[in-house]
């Protein structure tokens, strides 16, 4: 890679790490709102600034200022090591996951075509299930090196539920790799411009309704957001595995939440909503509309700025959903929590795979293959 390749990559990657821990407050402020308005209550609305709380925007940064000064405990019978590590090893693998998430088209740099993600790898769809799975092991860490009883129970029904959850989420985006033919993001989000008799786009959630449903219920249980918040329950578990957790240490695992959730949002939106596809305008014609308007190279970025557009509002609803689901219905109980994920989810994507394959197979048939 030359000099230009690397400062485009590092240019990337910061990109996207900047909106994703600015998202971290943003989603905050949201949540507070959304959870004042769909149970009729208060939101925030003490904290301000010479008199003004800027709709509870203020409160973002109060909680900033408090997480940096409040007491940063370790409790003298935990393990200091994986300790301090666990909130590390949380929040990592929730940034490197969006690595291979596309958020617009490519770009022309000069006479260099550049790719809208950080990592263009033609096994996108088995690092995200390689790295996402990797945050379980903050969660048991935390729950383990905190020798608090409350927060090793809440560690061990985390990886329970992640490593179940895991099974159907990998199944159900197997339908999709088999009917596109490839496990790069890139390549699927390309795919889902097509038309479905010249007028229905054809994204994922047209071709695999059910996979779709089966990824976003899975996502849910992976990130730990009610209805399948097990991991945490605040009710039961004294918050579970992060009991033992103060200061930035805690906001840490908070921060690692959102960013999961952010990232959850995303892959739904790439591999089941058409990523940063236009609805109803493929690529080739907003791209010939861009550049008659400014030419080739300014209406690449004209264009990708408006797939990002395209994108961003895609990912604010699914965000707006978690919020929306969280504040809405109530938490399952444990066994049924595994009874959902082992005995309705997990058959449900194998018979979606299975009939994906046999329908292909009817095709290819068809077709002469």
């Known amino acids: 890679m030359d000099g230009t390749g690397l400062a485009i990559s590092l240019a990337k990657a910061g990109f996207v790490a900047f909106l994703l821990l600015n998202a971290v407050p943003l989603l905050v402020w949201l949540e507070r709102r959304g959870a004042a308005f769909i149970q009729d209550r208060i939101g925030p609305n003490r904290t301000s600034i010479a008199g003004f709380a800027l709709a509870g925007l203020v409160q973002p940064l109060a909680d900033v200022v408090k997480f940096m000064f409040k007491e940063d405990f370790v409790p003298p019978s935990a393990n200091r090591t994986f300790y301090l590590l666990a909130p590390i090893i949380t929040l990592i693998p929730a940034l490197m996951t969006f690595a291979v998430v596309p958020f617009a088209d490519v770009v022309r740099i000069g006479e260099r075509l550049v790719q809208m993600q950080v990592a263009d790898l033609n096994v996108g769809i088995l690092y995200v299930f390689a790295i996402a799975s990797l945050g379980v092991y903050g969660v048991v860490l935390a729950g383990w090196a905190s020798n608090n009883k409350y927060s090793f129970l809440g560690s061990v029904r985390a990886s329970a539920q992640m490593i179940s959850y ?21 390549d699927m989000v390309r795919a889902q411009g097509a038309r479905l008799f010249g007028v229905l786009p054809l994204w994922g959630i047209v071709l695999q309704p059910l996979g779709f449903l089966l990824f976003v219920i899975s996502v849910f249980a992976e990130t730990n957001r009610l209805p399948f918040d097990l991991a945490e329950s605040e009710a039961e578990l004294v918050v579970g595995y992060h009991t033992e957790y103060s200061s930035m240490k805690f906001a840490t695992f908070f921060m690692a939440e959102y960013i999961a959730m952010t990232t959850g949002a995303a892959l739904i939106v790439s591999l089941f909503l058409g990523g940063w596809q236009v609805p109803f305008v493929s690529s080739e014609t907003l791209n010939g509309w861009t550049a008659d308007l400014l030419g080739p190279g300014a209406g690449s970025w004209l264009a990708a700025l408006i797939q990002f557009g395209s994108f961003s509002a895609k990912l604010g ?29 997990l058959p449900l994507a194998l018979a979606n795979l299975l009939v994906t394959a046999a329908v292909l197979l009817v095709i290819d048939g068809a077709a002469g293959r």
């Open 166 to 186: 895991e099974l159907s989420m990998g199944l159900s985006v197997l339908g999709l790799v088999m009917v596109f033919g490839t496990l790069q993001l890139d």
């Open 317 to 345: 609803f699914f965000l707006w959903l978690f919020i929306w689901v969280r504040w809405t219905l109530p938490r399952f109980r444990y066994d049924q929590l595994m009874r959902l994920g082992w005995k309705v989810m």
